[in-house]
């Protein structure tokens, strides 16, 4: 797209840095550190989504179950209070992956991921939970001619460049998809804390401030050491993601990206009628370095994507956070999308870790003799999946067989990404070669070996 220009950049830089939808005074207050010994029967490591839907429907699924979530930060301080707010009905990244990867059983994941996503509303309306959610479904527009040969016009779905510009008008459209019962807009953090409240309401125990060091099975229970205290539970649920995980086996199986987003001031009602958008659907275009896009309760517009970043060494840091150069793409970018909203200032920016694999979605497992289960990998689409990686962790920790455990999507595993400085350069080729795919409309020789053999990088 366009280079970046000084006006562009400015449209951002006097903005706020920080996630828009944790900027707020209705954020509830941080809940007390760990205090000294804790047992109970279920320990949830990590107050996120994958946690935070463990933790709840543990109580849901047996009331007297003693249950107990341990945050490190405070509850959606990272990936859920960060993301753009797409709840996909998707497990498993997309049709294309999941036919590619489990041709037998797409059709039976693609139901799951359907009822995921109705239970994920029933569970918001029982609880009362006010995160703007809204069932809008997704346009996949092509913006280059490469891209649009990868569309079926004889898809149902499918709108050429006239018809998807009916829906939101930009001169870059060349044609897409809408799929209309798949995806839902949300505020994640409102989601969070409302999860929190009903899972503290069903008799869950939430502390916060509080990062587990060690887990190590001591007696026939698991053991997690922290800086304030010690939680002794039967059963130990997994739901650090990105972070780097307590069990020593999963140390190569994910790498974290950093994605970035900005988040504009209210449009004007002539503003929006100047792109239409009547629809309010969520929107992601078709490149492999792609944008997603859509609009809030008040008329903002939430732009990220684009850039997906790793850093030599797996590393997390509070530096990583802030990209100057990300944002500025990004702003010149939406401008070359929608030339009609030049002027509109962005009033947030910010950056958020995803957990990425080599399957590009959630994986699961078990260890210390079955007390305690993982999930993690989401690759950007946990919003809605981490329902379902709740489900399957206890699933698991249960024992018992069922229709999610007999998956062969849930028996695998993806294959690990080599130790450094291997992954970085792995993953500096293979990013390299997806920009260029971009520009030149093909994979080249590197991408196609990746593809050859099921692996890859992606946020």
């Known amino acids: 797209m366009a280079i970046v220009s000084t006006s562009d950049s400015a449209s951002w830089a006097d903005g706020t840095a920080a996630p828009f939808w944790l900027d707020t005074p209705d954020r509830p207050a941080a809940r007390p550190p760990l205090d000294g010994e804790v047992r109970t029967n279920l320990a949830v490591v990590g107050g996120g989504f994958t946690g935070l839907w463990t933790a709840l429907m543990a109580k849901e699924r047996e009331p007297v179950r003693d249950v107990v979530l341990i945050e490190a930060r405070r509850i959606a301080e990272e990936a859920t209070g960060r993301n753009g707010g797409f709840c996909s009905a998707s497990l498993t990244h997309g049709e294309a992956n999941g036919r590619e990867r489990w041709p037998d059983e797409y059709d039976q994941l693609h139901r799951l991921g359907l009822e995921n996503l109705d239970e ?3 569970t918001i309306r029982r609880h009362g939970i006010d995160c703007d959610f809204n069932r809008t479904g997704e346009l996949t527009v092509a913006t280059r001619p490469h891209e649009l040969a990868d569309f079926d016009p004889g898809d149902p779905d499918f709108l050429d ?39 503290e309401a069903a008799g869950v125990r939430i502390v916060e401030q509080t990062p587990v060091t060690r887990l190590q099975s001591r007696g026939g229970r698991v053991v997690l050491t922290t800086a304030t205290g010690t939680v002794v539970a039967d059963r130990v649920a997994l739901a650090t993601n990105a972070f780097p995980p307590l069990l020593r086996r999963l140390r190569l199986h994910t790498v974290p990206v950093w994605d970035y987003v900005l988040m504009s001031a209210p449009l004007t009602d002539d503003q929006l009628a100047s792109i239409g958008w009547q629809g309010r659907q969520g929107v992601a275009d078709s490149g492999n370095q792609f944008h997603y896009y859509r609009l809030t309760a008040d008329n903002r517009i939430l732009w990220g994507g684009f850039d997906a970043v790793h850093h030599f060494g797996r590393t997390i840091s509070e530096g990583h956070r802030d990209r100057p150069q990300t944002y500025a793409a990004l702003a010149t970018n939406f401008f070359t999308t929608f030339p009609q909203l030049a002027g509109l200032r ?5 950056g958020g870790v995803i957990d990425t694999c080599t399957r590009f979605c959630a994986f699961f497992g078990t260890a210390h003799a079955g007390r305690v289960a993982y999930a993690t990998g989401y690759t950007g689409l946990g919003v809605g999946a981490s329902r379902f990686g709740a489900n399957v962790m206890l699933d ?32 500096a080729i293979t990013t390299w070669s997806l920009k260029r795919a971009d520009r030149r409309g093909r994979r080249n020789l590197w991408l196609r070996v990746l593809d050859r053999f099921g692996l890859g990088f992606d946020s």
């Open 161 to 199: 460049a006239e018809a998807i510009r009916g829906e939101l008008d930009s001169p870059t459209y060349l044609g897409g998809t809408w799929d209309r019962e798949g995806t839902a807009m949300l505020d994640p953090a409102r989601l969070a804390w409302g999860l929190a409240a009903a899972a």
């Open 346 to 350: 962005f009033t947030h920016h910010w």
């Open 396 to 427: 698991l920790l249960s024992g018992q067989e069922t229709e999610r455990t007999r998956l062969e999507m849930v028996r695998t595993r993806p294959l690990p990404f080599p130790p450094e400085p291997f992954a970085w350069i792995g993953i």
């Open 120 to 122: 994920i509303e029933a």
